[in-house]
């Protein structure tokens, strides 16, 4: 069976087909999303997640991947939702041969034949590369309302990719809140569309407060990971609806407003307004 691209055909001759073939989970999205408790859910499911992470779960394996290569891609391309085929030659190169190595040192924590994946928020900005390289992984997105994230003291990806998205110039005056909730209108709106296109089925989207609030809802999950749905209620027990929720509503009336014109778009598309 050979891989659509030559790239991805590379990958698997240097890791083996069993371990590309079994279709990897990758659970990513903007930071401070809920990305953690998704991946608890999979753990519960019987998905090896990683050994090597950090607190939140993050696979610490694809940390130096992503903090070399991230802002390169988003300086050259200005989308998240970029063609592999338009990024510099030195850049897809170096990435390929990174991601090598680095999923080499992954999967020796996958106990054989076992389903596998990995989450690390970030994955969210080079989709289309992971799908260069495994092209039958699947991806959850992770969403949480922008308003609620944009007034989050997680705000690591603004601080890190923001400059490099937007092509923000030195020394111009910020508004971090108002650009913290404008990155995530475009960076989840980008994905969303880079995935219905080429992932179809393999892309599962779910907003963390509907499923804490329903946890029946994760069966509906596990099918379209092709996942057991009959431990999905016990696999559930580990959803708790974080108290932060909403708190977006607290803000005064003018900046709550400002938050909702900014990302009006994106959150009637994933169901917030």
Not at 12 to 28: E, T
Not at 209 to 238: D, H, K, M, S
Not at 242 to 268: F, H, N, Q
């Amino acid at each position: 069976m050979m891989l659509r691209s030559r790239v991805g055909q590379a990958v698997a001759d240097r890791l083996g087909f069993a371990a590309i073939l079994r279709h990897p989970i990758v659970v990513g999205g903007t930071g401070g999303s809920g990305t953690r408790a998704i991946r608890d859910l999979l753990i519960r499911a019987g998905v090896a997640m990683g050994t090597n992470v950090n607190g939140p779960g993050d696979a610490l394996d694809f940390e130096p991947m992503l903090e070399r290569w991230i802002n390169r891609i988003l300086e050259s391309a200005g989308t998240v939702a970029f063609r592999v085929g338009d990024l510099p030659r030195d850049v897809r190169r170096g990435f390929t041969r990174q991601f090598h190595q680095r999923m080499r040192r992954y999967l020796r924590a996958v106990p054989p034949g076992q389903r596998w994946g990995w989450k690390n928020p970030r994955s969210i900005y080079i989709l289309p590369l992971i799908h260069s390289l495994i092209p039958g992984f699947y991806f959850v997105h992770v969403l949480r309302d922008g308003r609620d994230m944009a007034i989050s003291s997680n705000q690591n990806q603004y601080r890190k990719h923001f400059a490099s998205l937007f092509r923000a110039e030195p020394g111009q005056e910020r508004d971090p809140i108002a650009e913290s909730c404008t990155m995530w209108a475009r960076v989840n709106s980008e994905a969303a569309d880079w995935c219905e296109k080429n992932l179809g089925r393999r892309y599962v989207r779910i907003r963390l407060e509907e499923l804490c609030a329903r946890p029946e809802l994760a069966a509906e999950v596990f099918v379209a990971l092709g996942l057991n749905p009959a431990i999905a209620e016990n696999a559930a027990a580990v959803l708790k609806q974080p108290a932060s929720v909403g708190r977006w509503k607290s803000l005064s009336a003018d900046v709550s407003a400002r938050l909702t014109t900014i990302a009006a778009g994106a959150l009637r598309r994933f169901g917030y307004e």
